[in-house]
């Protein structure tokens, strides 16, 4: 069974549309994460909800707007997409931090996003 | 000074060697630290958390030395399946409070036979 999925796996598109990317956790976690993975493979948070509220929003274009419809999911939509949104995107999820940072973060596989 | 710093490799090294990476990170307020490997077009995952006695976990052993801010990584009798990049990651988080992990831009090993 998929801990953290993610679809699509691979995306390519046009600079200027818009598009989503969809995140999903069956590990009962109360927090989960956008990464954006650049061509220098510089991995950086980009976003963090814990149970459907939003709790870490990194210097990112307002283009990216992530939406939790519950803590199961977490979706990423973009809009007017531009060549340097190209990177790999990766949701995580982590569970309730018993000790100060000690918890484990379990990444999905990724969505390729490509733009032309 | 980034917030995490790391050798970027490539090291290669053959099979049965003993290799170390080296971390370092700027925030003297990070609580946690771990090392996280990911393989070629693969998501990250834990490798192992790093605890201020060090630990160890079969071939992998991981220091931290918060005076110098600095982490550890050695593997030994490396393998080919140990070919990766190995991430070094910080996590600034308070008590209670989910803080967000800081990733270096990793060490990138190469086992040959």
């Known amino acids: 069974d998929t801990a953290v999925s993610q679809t699509p796996k691979y995306l390519v598109t046009q600079m200027g549309n818009d598009k989503s990317i969809k995140c999903e956790q069956n590990?009962?976690?109360?927090?989960m994460y956008w990464y954006k993975q650049d061509s220098k493979k510089f991995l950086k948070i980009m976003f963090s909800?814990?149970?459907?509220?939003?709790?870490i929003n990194e210097t990112v274009p307002n283009r990216f707007s992530p939406k939790s419809p519950d803590k199961a999911h977490l979706n990423l939509h973009i809009n007017s997409l531009e060549l340097g949104d190209s990177a790999v995107y990766f949701c995580?999820?982590?569970?309730?931090?018993?000790?100060?940072?000690?918890?484990?973060?379990?990444f999905g596989p990724g969505t390729r996003l490509t733009v032309l | 000074r980034k917030e995490v710093e790391q050798d970027p490799g490539p090291f290669n090294v053959p099979e049965g060697a003993t290799v170390a990476f080296n971390c370092t990170y700027s925030?003297?307020?990070?609580?946690?630290f771990f090392w996280y490997r990911q393989d070629c077009r693969k998501e990250p995952k834990l490798l192992m958390s790093?605890?201020?006695s060090g630990n160890e976990d079969g071939r992998f052993t991981a220091q931290l030395n918060r005076a110098s801010q600095y982490i550890s990584l050695l593997i030994r009798d490396s393998k080919l399946s140990d070919s990766a990049t190995y991430l070094c990651?910080?996590?600034?988080?308070?008590?209670?409070?989910?803080?967000?992990?800081?990733f270096g831009k990793g060490t990138k090993l190469s086992v040959k036979p």
């Open positions: 990651v910080v996590n600034s988080a308070r008590w209670g409070s989910q803080g967000n992990l800081i």
């Open positions: 790093v605890y201020s």
């Open positions: 995580a999820s982590s569970p309730p931090m018993l000790v100060a940072g000690s918890n484990e973060q379990f």
């Open positions: 909800y814990n149970n459907k509220e939003l709790i």
């Open positions: 925030n003297s307020a990070s609580q946690s």
């Open positions: 590990l009962g976690h109360d927090t």
